[in-house]
Protein backbone atom coordinates (compact mmCIF):
# COMPACT_ATOMS: atom_id res chain seq x y z
CA UNK A 1 0.00 0.00 0.00
CA UNK A 2 1.58 3.40 -0.53
CA UNK A 3 1.72 6.46 1.49
CA UNK A 4 -1.58 8.16 -0.18
CA UNK A 5 -3.91 5.22 0.98
CA UNK A 6 -5.19 4.97 4.39
CA UNK A 7 -6.63 2.43 5.83
CA UNK A 8 -10.18 1.02 8.06
CA UNK A 9 -10.40 1.33 11.65
CA UNK A 10 -10.43 -2.59 12.97
CA UNK A 11 -12.10 -4.21 15.68
CA UNK A 12 -10.58 -4.26 18.88
CA UNK A 13 -10.02 -8.15 20.18
CA UNK A 14 -10.78 -9.03 23.37
CA UNK A 15 -8.55 -11.87 25.18
CA UNK A 16 -9.31 -13.38 28.61
CA UNK A 17 -6.57 -11.08 29.77
CA UNK A 18 -6.61 -8.42 32.23
CA UNK A 19 -8.38 -5.74 30.77
CA UNK A 20 -7.01 -2.40 30.90
CA UNK A 21 -7.67 0.24 32.94
CA UNK A 22 -10.72 1.99 31.91
CA UNK A 23 -12.53 5.20 33.58
CA UNK A 24 -16.24 5.08 32.91
CA UNK A 25 -16.98 5.29 29.11
CA UNK A 26 -13.72 7.07 28.28
CA UNK A 27 -11.11 5.00 25.44
CA UNK A 28 -7.83 4.33 26.84
CA UNK A 29 -4.98 4.60 24.66
CA UNK A 30 -2.30 1.37 23.84
CA UNK A 31 0.53 3.25 24.54
CA UNK A 32 0.75 6.78 26.06
CA UNK A 33 4.18 8.47 26.45
CA UNK A 34 4.62 11.41 28.24
CA UNK A 35 7.69 13.64 28.22
CA UNK A 36 10.04 11.27 28.73
CA UNK A 37 13.40 11.73 29.65
CA UNK A 38 16.86 9.84 29.28
CA UNK A 39 20.16 11.06 29.72
CA UNK A 40 23.22 8.79 29.17
CA UNK A 41 26.30 10.73 30.34
CA UNK A 42 26.05 13.59 28.35
CA UNK A 43 24.34 12.62 25.73
CA UNK A 44 20.42 13.26 25.30
CA UNK A 45 18.74 9.74 24.47
CA UNK A 46 15.35 10.98 24.91
CA UNK A 47 14.10 14.98 25.51
CA UNK A 48 10.86 15.07 26.42
CA UNK A 49 9.17 12.54 23.76
CA UNK A 50 5.63 12.23 23.97
CA UNK A 51 3.51 9.93 22.02
CA UNK A 52 0.11 8.36 22.07
CA UNK A 53 -1.06 5.18 20.59
CA UNK A 54 -4.55 3.85 19.41
CA UNK A 55 -6.21 0.63 20.06
CA UNK A 56 -5.69 -1.35 16.78
CA UNK A 57 -3.17 0.94 15.30
CA UNK A 58 0.21 0.56 13.60
CA UNK A 59 2.32 3.30 14.89
CA UNK A 60 5.82 4.04 13.56
CA UNK A 61 8.80 5.15 15.57
CA UNK A 62 11.13 6.30 12.70
CA UNK A 63 14.22 7.96 12.79
CA UNK A 64 18.37 7.67 12.20
CA UNK A 65 20.70 5.55 14.29
CA UNK A 66 21.09 6.63 17.68
CA UNK A 67 17.97 8.85 17.29
CA UNK A 68 16.44 7.53 20.80
CA UNK A 69 14.50 4.72 19.16
CA UNK A 70 14.74 1.88 21.05
CA UNK A 71 15.23 4.02 24.13
CA UNK A 72 11.77 4.87 23.76
CA UNK A 73 10.35 1.65 23.00
CA UNK A 74 12.74 -0.22 25.84
CA UNK A 75 10.95 2.20 28.19
CA UNK A 76 7.24 1.21 26.78
CA UNK A 77 8.19 -2.39 27.68
CA UNK A 78 9.31 -1.61 31.10
CA UNK A 79 13.33 -2.50 30.26
CA UNK A 80 14.78 0.92 31.06
CA UNK A 81 14.34 4.43 33.88
CA UNK A 82 13.45 7.53 32.60
CA UNK A 83 15.00 10.00 34.34
CA UNK A 84 11.98 11.35 34.31
CA UNK A 85 7.85 11.34 32.45
CA UNK A 86 5.63 8.36 32.18
CA UNK A 87 4.71 5.28 29.62
CA UNK A 88 1.24 3.62 29.49
CA UNK A 89 0.56 0.46 28.29
CA UNK A 90 -3.30 0.07 28.07
CA UNK A 91 -3.08 2.28 31.04
CA UNK A 92 -0.80 -0.05 33.16
CA UNK A 93 2.54 0.88 34.17
CA UNK A 94 5.77 -1.04 32.40
CA UNK A 95 7.30 -1.93 35.53
CA UNK A 96 4.43 -1.59 38.69
CA UNK A 97 1.98 -3.40 36.71
CA UNK A 98 4.43 -6.00 35.15
CA UNK A 99 2.82 -8.94 36.15
CA UNK A 100 -0.31 -7.60 34.81
CA UNK A 101 0.75 -5.99 31.88
CA UNK A 102 3.36 -9.58 30.70
CA UNK A 103 -0.03 -11.36 29.29
CA UNK A 104 -1.19 -8.96 27.04
CA UNK A 105 2.61 -7.45 25.84
CA UNK A 106 4.49 -8.90 23.06
CA UNK A 107 8.03 -7.40 23.00
CA UNK A 108 10.84 -7.88 20.15
CA UNK A 109 13.75 -6.31 20.90
CA UNK A 110 16.75 -5.97 18.77
CA UNK A 111 19.07 -7.89 21.22
CA UNK A 112 17.58 -10.91 22.49
CA UNK A 113 19.21 -13.08 25.09
CA UNK A 114 18.23 -16.74 24.42
CA UNK A 115 19.27 -20.22 25.29
CA UNK A 116 21.49 -21.44 22.50
CA UNK A 117 21.20 -24.93 22.80
CA UNK A 118 17.31 -24.84 22.07
CA UNK A 119 15.97 -25.43 19.35
CA UNK A 120 12.94 -22.89 17.65
CA UNK A 121 10.29 -25.55 18.57
CA UNK A 122 11.58 -25.68 22.24
CA UNK A 123 11.68 -21.86 22.43
CA UNK A 124 8.02 -21.04 20.82
CA UNK A 125 6.82 -23.98 23.04
CA UNK A 126 8.46 -22.63 26.37
CA UNK A 127 7.41 -19.07 25.74
CA UNK A 128 4.01 -20.47 25.12
CA UNK A 129 3.91 -21.62 28.44
CA UNK A 130 4.60 -18.45 29.77
CA UNK A 131 1.01 -17.38 28.61
CA UNK A 132 -2.51 -18.20 29.74
CA UNK A 133 -3.67 -18.21 26.44
CA UNK A 134 -1.93 -17.88 22.83
CA UNK A 135 -0.98 -19.51 19.52
CA UNK A 136 -0.43 -22.51 17.85
CA UNK A 137 3.51 -22.82 18.43
CA UNK A 138 3.42 -25.08 14.86
CA UNK A 139 1.14 -22.70 12.79
CA UNK A 140 3.47 -19.39 14.33
CA UNK A 141 6.68 -21.32 12.76
CA UNK A 142 5.28 -21.84 9.94
CA UNK A 143 3.67 -18.49 9.23
CA UNK A 144 7.14 -16.84 10.17
CA UNK A 145 8.54 -19.55 7.49
CA UNK A 146 10.82 -21.71 9.88
CA UNK A 147 9.01 -24.68 9.31
CA UNK A 148 11.79 -26.64 7.80
CA UNK A 149 14.50 -25.25 10.91
CA UNK A 150 11.76 -26.37 13.39
CA UNK A 151 14.01 -28.60 14.86
CA UNK A 152 17.44 -26.95 14.21
CA UNK A 153 18.95 -25.35 17.89
CA UNK A 154 19.11 -21.21 18.25
CA UNK A 155 22.81 -20.84 17.65
CA UNK A 156 22.49 -23.06 14.26
CA UNK A 157 20.16 -20.46 12.24
CA UNK A 158 21.31 -17.92 10.25
CA UNK A 159 20.98 -13.79 11.38
CA UNK A 160 17.53 -13.69 9.57
CA UNK A 161 16.39 -16.86 10.99
CA UNK A 162 17.33 -15.73 14.51
CA UNK A 163 15.59 -12.38 13.60
CA UNK A 164 11.86 -14.44 12.88
CA UNK A 165 12.26 -16.40 15.81
CA UNK A 166 12.20 -13.27 18.18
CA UNK A 167 9.05 -12.37 16.37
CA UNK A 168 7.06 -15.90 16.80
CA UNK A 169 8.12 -15.07 20.48
CA UNK A 170 7.03 -12.00 20.56
CA UNK A 171 3.81 -12.94 19.35
CA UNK A 172 3.19 -16.55 20.54
CA UNK A 173 0.96 -14.87 23.97
CA UNK A 174 -1.43 -13.45 21.30
CA UNK A 175 -0.67 -10.01 22.70
CA UNK A 176 -2.86 -7.08 22.54
CA UNK A 177 0.06 -4.85 22.07
CA UNK A 178 3.07 -5.56 20.18
CA UNK A 179 6.59 -4.47 19.92
CA UNK A 180 8.62 -4.76 17.63
CA UNK A 181 12.42 -3.11 17.53
CA UNK A 182 13.32 -3.24 13.50
CA UNK A 183 11.48 -6.36 13.27
CA UNK A 184 13.20 -6.97 9.57
CA UNK A 185 16.63 -5.79 9.80
CA UNK A 186 19.37 -8.41 8.51
CA UNK A 187 16.13 -10.23 6.50
CA UNK A 188 16.56 -10.50 3.09
CA UNK A 189 13.54 -8.98 0.98
CA UNK A 190 11.77 -11.69 0.40
CA UNK A 191 11.88 -12.30 3.85
CA UNK A 192 11.19 -8.66 4.53
CA UNK A 193 8.17 -8.64 2.25
CA UNK A 194 6.46 -11.97 4.58
CA UNK A 195 7.10 -10.36 7.70
CA UNK A 196 5.34 -7.44 6.41
CA UNK A 197 2.13 -9.37 5.44
CA UNK A 198 2.68 -11.09 8.72
CA UNK A 199 2.30 -7.34 10.60
CA UNK A 200 -0.56 -6.63 8.43
CA UNK A 201 -2.40 -9.67 9.40
CA UNK A 202 -2.10 -8.78 13.01
CA UNK A 203 -3.58 -5.46 12.04
CA UNK A 204 -6.75 -7.72 10.75
CA UNK A 205 -7.37 -9.46 14.32
CA UNK A 206 -6.76 -5.51 16.15
CA UNK A 207 -3.30 -5.86 17.55
CA UNK A 208 -1.58 -2.49 18.28
CA UNK A 209 1.85 -2.62 16.90
CA UNK A 210 4.12 -0.29 17.70
CA UNK A 211 7.01 -0.20 15.04
CA UNK A 212 10.53 0.57 15.29
CA UNK A 213 12.67 1.74 12.62
CA UNK A 214 14.81 3.31 10.42
CA UNK A 215 13.51 1.95 6.98
CA UNK A 216 11.32 4.60 5.17
CA UNK A 217 9.78 1.53 2.97
CA UNK A 218 9.08 -0.53 5.93
CA UNK A 219 6.93 2.55 7.86
CA UNK A 220 5.49 4.27 4.91
CA UNK A 221 3.36 0.46 3.81
CA UNK A 222 3.28 -0.63 7.55
CA UNK A 223 2.04 2.29 9.26
CA UNK A 224 -1.21 3.78 10.14
CA UNK A 225 0.79 7.05 12.03
CA UNK A 226 4.38 7.64 12.21
CA UNK A 227 6.63 9.55 15.16
CA UNK A 228 9.86 11.09 13.11
CA UNK A 229 12.13 11.15 15.89
CA UNK A 230 15.91 12.93 15.74
CA UNK A 231 18.28 13.48 18.42
CA UNK A 232 15.93 12.14 20.91
CA UNK A 233 13.11 14.52 19.81
CA UNK A 234 9.18 13.90 18.45
CA UNK A 235 9.71 16.16 15.30
CA UNK A 236 6.39 15.39 13.63
CA UNK A 237 3.60 13.00 14.25
CA UNK A 238 0.89 11.72 11.14
CA UNK A 239 0.09 9.50 8.46
CA UNK A 240 3.11 9.09 6.13
CA UNK A 241 0.90 11.18 3.76
CA UNK A 242 0.25 13.50 6.30
CA UNK A 243 4.16 14.18 7.13
CA UNK A 244 4.40 14.86 3.54
CA UNK A 245 1.93 16.91 3.39
CA UNK A 246 3.20 19.16 6.36
CA UNK A 247 6.61 19.80 4.93
CA UNK A 248 4.99 20.77 2.19
CA UNK A 249 6.30 18.40 -0.81
CA UNK A 250 4.88 18.68 -4.14
CA UNK A 251 3.83 15.85 -6.06
CA UNK A 252 5.69 16.33 -10.07
CA UNK A 253 3.82 14.65 -12.96
CA UNK A 254 5.88 14.43 -16.61
CA UNK A 255 5.15 13.62 -19.63
CA UNK A 256 5.95 13.75 -23.36
CA UNK A 257 3.84 16.18 -25.38
CA UNK A 258 3.24 14.47 -28.90
CA UNK A 259 2.44 17.79 -30.28
CA UNK A 260 5.13 20.45 -30.64
CA UNK A 261 2.59 23.24 -30.20
CA UNK A 262 1.96 22.24 -26.47
CA UNK A 263 0.85 25.58 -24.61
CA UNK A 264 0.94 25.22 -20.84
CA UNK A 265 -2.27 27.60 -21.35
CA UNK A 266 -4.06 24.25 -21.40
CA UNK A 267 -3.08 24.00 -17.59
CA UNK A 268 -4.13 27.41 -16.49
CA UNK A 269 -6.40 27.53 -13.72
CA UNK A 270 -6.36 23.70 -12.40
CA UNK A 271 -6.33 24.71 -8.94
CA UNK A 272 -4.35 21.60 -8.25
CA UNK A 273 -1.03 22.91 -10.46
CA UNK A 274 1.78 24.88 -9.02
CA UNK A 275 3.96 25.17 -11.87
CA UNK A 276 4.45 23.86 -15.50
CA UNK A 277 7.94 23.69 -17.11
CA UNK A 278 8.30 22.72 -20.58
CA UNK A 279 11.75 22.30 -22.10
CA UNK A 280 10.91 20.59 -25.71
CA UNK A 281 8.62 17.93 -25.88
CA UNK A 282 9.33 16.83 -21.93
CA UNK A 283 6.81 18.67 -19.53
CA UNK A 284 7.28 19.15 -15.58
CA UNK A 285 3.99 19.92 -13.78
CA UNK A 286 4.44 20.27 -9.75
CA UNK A 287 1.54 20.57 -7.51
CA UNK A 288 -1.03 19.48 -4.70
CA UNK A 289 -3.27 16.90 -4.00
CA UNK A 290 -4.70 14.56 -6.46
CA UNK A 291 -2.30 16.13 -9.34
CA UNK A 292 -2.06 13.53 -11.64
CA UNK A 293 -5.77 13.02 -12.00
CA UNK A 294 -6.69 16.60 -12.25
CA UNK A 295 -3.78 16.99 -14.90
CA UNK A 296 -4.98 14.06 -17.27
CA UNK A 297 -8.44 15.50 -16.99
CA UNK A 298 -6.90 18.83 -17.95
CA UNK A 299 -5.08 17.38 -21.22
CA UNK A 300 -8.04 15.41 -22.11
CA UNK A 301 -10.33 18.46 -21.92
CA UNK A 302 -7.89 20.37 -23.89
CA UNK A 303 -7.80 17.94 -26.52
CA UNK A 304 -3.71 17.58 -25.97
CA UNK A 305 -2.30 13.90 -26.23
CA UNK A 306 0.75 12.95 -23.99
CA UNK A 307 2.50 9.62 -23.78
CA UNK A 308 4.72 8.76 -20.64
CA UNK A 309 3.58 10.09 -18.44
CA UNK A 310 4.74 9.83 -14.75
CA UNK A 311 3.70 10.34 -10.91
CA UNK A 312 6.68 11.11 -8.71
CA UNK A 313 5.42 11.80 -5.42
CA UNK A 314 7.51 12.85 -2.63
CA UNK A 315 8.73 10.32 0.06
CA UNK A 316 8.67 9.67 3.92
CA UNK A 317 12.59 10.38 3.38
CA UNK A 318 11.88 13.54 1.71
CA UNK A 319 9.76 14.49 4.16
CA UNK A 320 12.20 13.62 7.28
CA UNK A 321 14.53 15.72 5.10
CA UNK A 322 12.71 18.85 4.94
CA UNK A 323 11.76 17.85 8.66
CA UNK A 324 15.32 17.47 10.12
CA UNK A 325 17.52 18.98 7.42
CA UNK A 326 18.95 15.45 7.35
CA UNK A 327 18.08 12.41 5.41
CA UNK A 328 17.19 9.05 6.83
CA UNK A 329 19.40 7.10 4.23
CA UNK A 330 22.57 9.00 5.28
CA UNK A 331 25.06 6.51 6.95
CA UNK A 332 26.47 8.55 9.77
CA UNK A 333 24.56 8.07 12.93
CA UNK A 334 23.42 10.38 16.01
CA UNK A 335 25.44 8.13 18.12
CA UNK A 336 27.75 10.52 20.23
CA UNK A 337 28.95 8.80 22.77
CA UNK A 338 30.42 5.03 23.81
CA UNK A 339 29.90 5.59 27.32
CA UNK A 340 27.70 2.14 28.22
CA UNK A 341 25.48 2.18 31.48
CA UNK A 342 24.85 -1.31 33.45
CA UNK A 343 21.70 -3.50 33.05
CA UNK A 344 20.81 -1.89 35.97
CA UNK A 345 20.75 1.50 35.55
CA UNK A 346 19.87 1.37 31.61
N1 LIG B 1 23.03 1.99 27.69
C1 LIG B 1 23.49 3.08 27.11
N2 LIG B 1 24.58 3.70 27.58
C2 LIG B 1 25.07 4.84 27.01
N3 LIG B 1 24.49 5.46 25.94
C3 LIG B 1 23.40 4.88 25.42
C4 LIG B 1 22.85 3.68 25.97
N4 LIG B 1 21.75 3.36 25.24
C5 LIG B 1 21.63 4.30 24.29
N5 LIG B 1 22.62 5.22 24.38
C6 LIG B 1 22.79 6.40 23.53
O1 LIG B 1 21.54 7.06 23.47
C7 LIG B 1 21.28 7.51 22.14
C8 LIG B 1 20.00 6.88 21.63
O2 LIG B 1 20.21 5.47 21.48
P1 LIG B 1 19.09 4.48 20.95
O3 LIG B 1 19.67 3.11 20.97
O4 LIG B 1 17.85 4.70 21.70
O5 LIG B 1 18.90 4.98 19.45
P2 LIG B 1 18.20 4.25 18.23
O6 LIG B 1 17.46 5.29 17.50
O7 LIG B 1 17.46 3.07 18.69
O8 LIG B 1 19.45 3.77 17.37
P3 LIG B 1 19.64 2.43 16.50
O9 LIG B 1 18.73 2.57 15.33
O10 LIG B 1 21.08 2.49 16.13
O11 LIG B 1 19.30 1.28 17.40
C9 LIG B 1 22.52 7.13 21.32
O12 LIG B 1 23.38 8.26 21.27
C10 LIG B 1 23.14 6.00 22.10
O13 LIG B 1 24.53 5.94 21.90
Redesign the pocket.
Known amino acids: MTAGTRRRKCPTRTVGAPQPNEEQGAAVLAIEVRDLHKR??D?V?LDDVSLSVNEGEIFGVL??????????VETIAGLRLPDRGTARVLGLDPRRDRARLRPVLGVQL?DTALHTALTVRELVRLYRSFYPEGADPDELIDSLGLGPRRNVRFEQLSGGQQQRLSIALALVGNPRVALLD?LTTGLDPEARRAIWSLVEGLRDTGVTVLL?S?LMEEVERLCDRVAL?DH?RVVATDSPAGLIERAGLDQRVRFRASDDAFGTAVLDGVPEVISVEARGDQVTVTGTGNLLQAVSAALVHGGVVVTETRLERATLDDAFLALTGRSLTDET?????D???TEDD?
Open positions: YGTAGRNGAGKTTTQEVHIGTDETTETDR
